[in-house]
T-cell receptor, first 114, second 113 residues
Framework: DADVTQTPRNRITKTGKRIMLECSQT?????MYWYRQDPGLGLRLIYY???????NKGEISDGYSVSRQAQAKFSLSLESAIPNQTALYFC?????????????FGPGTRLTVL | ELKVEQNPLFLSMQEGKNYTIYCNYS?????LYWYRQDPGKSLESLFV?????AVKQEGRLMASLDTKARLSTLHITAAVHDLSATYFC?????????????FGEGTQLTVNP
């Protein structure tokens, strides 16, 4: 089984709808992240969480919100989706106990907003 | 604010040839990561470089870090088709202990027979 899972894997929705993307991990890591990937722009950080009570905005948090329901679960919400939020979304986790703090990525969710 | 730039963005090379991908960053970065992404897939961690002069090697890939020049390189030796993918470097400002990654745009590598 995958260590970092994301649901759904693909989603098509309409402008103005509320969407939730979910991420779960079995790696036992304390840190979790949400990124979006757009062609030619690499990955950009939306939100990150160092533990259940510590949530921080990334570089492009406008239009998004998150919830850390448990150490293993981190959800990303789009309250009112708009077409320029069409992108590939990745969840990642890392372990602060390691010096490298390498981030491990989930399989991604492809979101299309019409 | 940390900025990360990679070059080239597109690289087409023949099997058996050597080449280097460059990753420049604008301010002090605590560590430097390299990831690989196959089309339609997730990102796979390749290397993390933690100090000036660090060198890591895995198979035909070797990564190095020069913090004084703010430069990391990913060297490909005797390329094979299986190395075709997009390669990303990412840095993190020291105060965040590696947690706030800034990614480069990615280098799309195609290895031709």
């Amino acid at each position: 089984d995958a260590d970092v899972t994301q649901t759904p894997r693909n989603r098509i929705t309409k402008t103005g709808k509320r969407i939730m993307l979910e991420c779960s991990q079995t790696k036992g890591h304390d840190r979790m992240y949400w990124y979006r990937q757009d062609p030619g722009l690499g990955l950009r950080l939306i939100y990150y969480s160092f533990d259940v009570k510590d949530i921080n905005k990334g570089e492009i948090s406008d239009g998004y919100s998150v919830s850390r329901q448990a150490q293993a679960k981190f959800s990303l919400s789009l309250e009112s989706a708009i077409p320029n939020q069409t992108a590939l979304y990745f969840c990642a986790t890392s372990d602060r106990a390691t010096r490298a703090d390498t981030q491990y990525f989930g399989p991604g969710t492809r979101l299309t907003v019409l | 604010e940390l900025k990360v730039e990679q070059n080239p963005l597109f690289l087409s090379m023949q099997e058996g040839k050597n080449y280097t991908i460059y990753c420049n960053y604008s301010t002090t970065s605590d560590r430097l990561y390299w990831y690989r992404q196959d089309p339609g897939k997730s990102l796979e961690s390749l290397f993390v470089l933690l100090s000036n002069g660090a060198v890591k090697q895995e198979g035909r890939l070797m990564a190095s870090l020069d913090t004084k020049a703010r430069l990391s390189t990913l060297h490909i030796t005797a390329a094979v088709h299986d190395l075709s993918a997009t390669y990303f470097c990412a840095g993190s400002p020291p105060s965040t202990s590696g947690s706030r990654l800034t990614f480069g745009e990615g280098t799309q590598l195609t290895v031709n027979p």
